[in-house]
Every structure is written in structure tokens, then in C-alpha cells.
T-cell receptor, first 118, second 118 residues
Framework: AQKVTQAQTEISVVEKEDVTLDCVYE???????LFWYKQPPSGELVFLIR??????QNEISGRYSWNFQKSTSSFNFTITASQVVDSAVYFC???????????????FGQGTILTVHP | KAGVTQTPRYLIKTRGQQVTLSCSPI?????VSWYQQTPGQGLQFLFE???????NKGNFPGRFSGRQFSNSRSEMNVSTLELGDSALYLC?????????????????FGPGTRLTVT
């Protein structure tokens, strides 16, 4: 079975603060993909990043950065200099690449509600 | 390029009724996945279709069913509605199906259908 845990249910910050959203996962598969999605109030999930389990290189995209550490099964997401428009629910997700009962299924964490105050 | 569209956007039904939700994927995408989102259970995978065949199924009762047409459009049906079926139902499309290893795999989500069962 696979599981994704986002320990922070809600985070509240003031604009321009940096914020890190934690994601810890469990899987028996040796190869898998990890994802982050953003869900603004409109409800539509927006894809942010995909990371292959073979690639532990950290990634930066503008104000967003991701830290993947296979040794601790974590895939954390940092927003630098947060803005009000970053307010949304953020989901971490896991998809295995191998066979098994979870084959092909995307498993989501419970989500972290981020509120950025002006 | 048009995104994923879902109809209707909002729906109110009574217990015991049945409902059909529709999803039109991005042009050229052949895979459609369905997810249920509730405050209590979070985002849960329902099923996935590729080339008119169900490729994977989540842990939902048989009242939840789906199908995909030759033009890749998909419908999901819920029979004998229960109060607990009230949720946001999200559809996502991708070029290929979740179970296929692909470095270019990416899912795009629609705005969802908000179903309320009274």
C-alpha cells in the first residue's frame, strides 16, 4: 500500500515570508513519481511539478523550489517571498511505476491549506 | 488549446436517484481519470479509462461506474445516490494512462462537478 502524509493541515503566513510545505510518502515500489498540485478556490487542480524517484536533484522554478530526499521519503515544497495569490490548497501525490495493487493509481495527501495575508 | 471541461458544474440530487457526469479531455488526450474529493476523505481515485477501456479502479462500490467513448470523452455514473456521495468530482486527462511508464506523463484537471445529495 502507498501513503502520502502532509502533516501541516493549515499554514498562515504574511506576504513576503518564505513557507515550506512538508510531504512524506510511503511506498514499496522502487520506482515512482511524486507530484505537487495547487488547488485555488476555483477548485481546479493545477499541476506544479513531477519528480521521478531516480532523480534527486532539487528543482527551482521562480519562487518555487522542491527538495526531494529519498533517504527520508520526503518531497518538500518551498515558496519564497510568498504572495497573496499563493493562497490555495496544495496537494502532494505519489504514483508508482511498477506493478502491484497500486499500479497506476495516483495517491494524494490530505492537502495543506496555505493562507497568505497581505 | 481548450482545457478539460466538465458538465454540469453543479448538481443537486436526492437520495436514491442516479446521476451522470461528463468529462471532455484535452484534444489529443486519450486517458481520462476520475477523482472524488470530500472534506473527510480528501482526494480519492475512482477509475481511469484509456482507449475506451478501464485501466484501473479505486476502492469504490459498484454504484460508481464509468465509460469512455471513441472520441475519448468520458462519463461517470453513480446510481442509488447516498448522502455521502456529496463531493467535488474531478476529471483529469493525459496523453497516456497512469500505468504506463512515461517521462512525459502529466495530468490536467478540469474544474470539477460539485454534486450535492439531499
Amino acid at each position: 500500500a502507498q501513503k502520502v502524509t502532509q502533516a501541516q493541515t493549515e499554514i498562515s503566513v504574511v506576504e513576503k515570508e518564505d513557507v515550506t510545505l512538508d510531504c512524506v510518502y510511503e511506498t514499496r515500489d522502487t520506482t515512482y513519481y511524486l507530484f505537487w498540485y495547487k488547488q485555488p478556490p476555483s477548485g481546479e487542480l493545477v499541476f506544479l511539478i513531477r519528480r521521478n524517484s531516480f532523480d534527486e536533484q532539487n528543482e527551482i522554478s521562480g519562487r518555487y523550489s522542491w527538495n526531494f530526499q529519498k533517504s527520508t521519503s520526503s518531497f518538500n515544497f518551498t515558496i519564497t517571498a510568498s504572495q497573496v495569490v499563493d493562497s490555495a490548497v496544495y496537494f502532494c501525490a505519489l504514483k508508482p511505476n511498477a506493478g502491484g495493487t497500486s499500479y497506476g493509481k495516483l495517491t494524494f495527501g490530505q492537502g495543506t491549506i496555505l493562507t497568505v495575508h497581505p | 488549446k481548450a482545457g478539460v471541461t466538465q458538465t454540469p458544474r453543479y448538481l443537486i440530487k436526492t437520495r436514491g436517484q442516479q446521476v451522470t457526469l461528463s468529462c471532455s479531455p484535452i484534444s489529443g488526450h486519450r486517458s481520462v481519470s476520475w477523482y472524488q474529493q470530500t472534506p473527510g476523505q480528501g482526494l480519492q481515485f475512482l477509475f481511469e479509462y484509456f482507449s475506451e477501456t478501464q485501466r484501473n479502479k479505486g476502492n469504490f462500490p459498484g454504484r460508481f461506474s464509468g465509460r469512455q467513448f471513441s472520441n475519448s470523452r468520458s462519463e461517470m455514473n453513480v446510481s442509488t445516490l447516498e448522502l455521502g456521495d456529496s463531493a467535488l468530482y474531478l476529471c483529469a486527462s493525459s496523453l497516456t494512462y497512469l500505468g504506463r511508464t512515461s517521462s512525459s506523463y502529466e495530468q490536467y484537471f478540469g474544474p470539477g462537478t460539485r454534486l450535492t445529495v439531499t
